[in-house]
Nanobody, 120 residues
Framework: QVQLVESGGGLVQAGGSLRLSCAAS???????IDWFRQAPGKEREFVAT????????SYADSVKGRFTISRDRAKNTVYLQMNNLKPEDTAVYYC??????????????WGQGTQVTVSS
Protein backbone atom coordinates (compact mmCIF):
# COMPACT_ATOMS: atom_id res chain seq x y z
CA GLN A 1 0.00 0.00 0.00
CA VAL A 2 1.32 3.43 -0.97
CA GLN A 3 0.56 6.44 1.18
CA LEU A 4 1.03 10.04 0.05
CA VAL A 5 0.77 13.24 2.06
CA GLU A 6 0.93 16.66 0.41
CA SER A 7 1.90 19.88 2.14
CA GLY A 8 3.02 23.40 1.31
CA GLY A 9 -0.09 24.90 -0.17
CA GLY A 10 -1.35 28.33 0.75
CA LEU A 11 -2.27 31.80 -0.42
CA VAL A 12 0.20 33.75 -2.53
CA GLN A 13 0.07 36.82 -4.72
CA ALA A 14 0.48 36.57 -8.46
CA GLY A 15 4.15 36.38 -9.36
CA GLY A 16 5.00 34.68 -6.11
CA SER A 17 6.32 31.20 -5.37
CA LEU A 18 5.37 28.13 -3.40
CA ARG A 19 6.97 24.74 -2.93
CA LEU A 20 4.71 21.74 -2.52
CA SER A 21 5.94 18.55 -0.91
CA CYS A 22 4.66 15.02 -1.31
CA ALA A 23 5.85 12.66 1.40
CA ALA A 24 5.55 9.11 0.17
CA SER A 25 5.74 5.83 1.99
CA UNK A 26 8.86 3.76 1.37
CA UNK A 27 6.81 1.38 -0.74
CA UNK A 28 6.66 4.13 -3.40
CA UNK A 29 10.41 4.46 -3.81
CA UNK A 30 10.37 2.70 -7.19
CA UNK A 31 7.23 4.38 -8.48
CA UNK A 32 6.85 7.38 -10.71
CA ILE A 33 5.17 10.26 -8.92
CA ASP A 34 2.86 12.76 -10.59
CA TRP A 35 1.32 16.07 -9.65
CA PHE A 36 -2.21 16.86 -10.75
CA ARG A 37 -4.48 19.78 -9.97
CA GLN A 38 -8.19 20.48 -9.98
CA ALA A 39 -9.68 23.94 -10.11
CA PRO A 40 -13.28 24.62 -9.05
CA GLY A 41 -15.70 23.51 -11.73
CA LYS A 42 -12.96 21.96 -13.85
CA GLU A 43 -11.66 18.50 -14.45
CA ARG A 44 -8.49 17.31 -12.80
CA GLU A 45 -5.48 17.95 -15.02
CA PHE A 46 -1.93 16.67 -15.21
CA VAL A 47 0.81 19.05 -14.04
CA ALA A 48 4.11 17.15 -13.88
CA THR A 49 5.67 13.72 -13.50
CA UNK A 50 9.01 12.35 -12.35
CA UNK A 51 10.25 8.81 -12.83
CA UNK A 52 11.46 6.60 -10.01
CA UNK A 53 15.07 7.78 -10.29
CA UNK A 54 14.42 11.28 -11.62
CA UNK A 55 15.71 10.36 -15.04
CA UNK A 56 12.48 11.24 -16.81
CA UNK A 57 10.51 14.42 -16.16
CA SER A 58 7.60 15.89 -18.05
CA TYR A 59 5.38 18.95 -17.60
CA ALA A 60 2.08 20.23 -18.84
CA ASP A 61 2.53 23.06 -21.33
CA SER A 62 0.74 25.45 -19.00
CA VAL A 63 3.47 25.18 -16.34
CA LYS A 64 6.63 24.66 -18.40
CA GLY A 65 9.33 27.13 -17.46
CA ARG A 66 7.59 28.04 -14.19
CA PHE A 67 7.27 24.76 -12.25
CA THR A 68 10.03 22.31 -11.37
CA ILE A 69 9.49 18.80 -10.09
CA SER A 70 12.23 17.05 -8.14
CA ARG A 71 12.70 14.03 -5.97
CA ASP A 72 14.73 13.25 -2.87
CA ARG A 73 14.85 9.48 -2.70
CA ALA A 74 16.57 9.48 0.68
CA LYS A 75 13.59 11.34 2.14
CA ASN A 76 10.95 9.62 -0.02
CA THR A 77 9.71 13.07 -0.93
CA VAL A 78 8.77 14.69 -4.22
CA TYR A 79 8.69 18.45 -4.56
CA LEU A 80 6.93 20.84 -6.89
CA GLN A 81 8.57 24.24 -6.97
CA MET A 82 6.11 26.73 -8.41
CA ASN A 83 7.41 30.13 -9.52
CA ASN A 84 5.76 33.09 -11.21
CA LEU A 85 2.37 31.86 -10.06
CA LYS A 86 -0.73 33.06 -11.86
CA PRO A 87 -4.35 33.26 -10.70
CA GLU A 88 -5.18 30.43 -13.11
CA ASP A 89 -2.86 28.18 -11.09
CA THR A 90 -5.39 28.28 -8.26
CA ALA A 91 -6.47 24.70 -7.58
CA VAL A 92 -6.23 21.77 -5.24
CA TYR A 93 -2.93 20.05 -6.00
CA TYR A 94 -2.65 16.29 -5.65
CA CYS A 95 0.34 14.02 -5.81
CA UNK A 96 -0.20 10.56 -7.16
CA UNK A 97 1.89 7.42 -7.44
CA UNK A 98 2.03 5.28 -10.55
CA UNK A 99 2.26 1.52 -10.38
CA UNK A 100 5.24 1.69 -12.71
CA UNK A 101 8.57 3.46 -12.69
CA UNK A 102 7.69 6.00 -15.38
CA UNK A 103 4.57 8.14 -15.82
CA UNK A 104 2.26 9.70 -16.51
CA UNK A 105 -0.01 6.76 -17.09
CA UNK A 106 -2.89 6.04 -14.80
CA UNK A 107 -1.84 6.64 -11.20
CA UNK A 108 -3.17 4.20 -8.67
CA UNK A 109 -2.59 6.05 -5.41
CA TRP A 110 -3.57 9.57 -4.46
CA GLY A 111 -2.89 11.99 -1.66
CA GLN A 112 -5.55 14.10 0.00
CA GLY A 113 -4.58 17.30 -1.82
CA THR A 114 -3.36 20.72 -0.80
CA GLN A 115 -5.00 24.03 -1.72
CA VAL A 116 -3.07 26.63 -3.68
CA THR A 117 -4.69 30.04 -4.10
CA VAL A 118 -3.10 32.76 -6.20
CA SER A 119 -4.53 36.25 -5.81
CA SER A 120 -4.33 38.85 -8.55
Amino acid sequence: QVQLVESGGGLVQAGGSLRLSCAASRTASNNAIDWFRQAPGKEREFVATISWNGGYISYADSVKGRFTISRDRAKNTVYLQMNNLKPEDTAVYYCAAERGAVGPNNPSYWGQGTQVTVSS
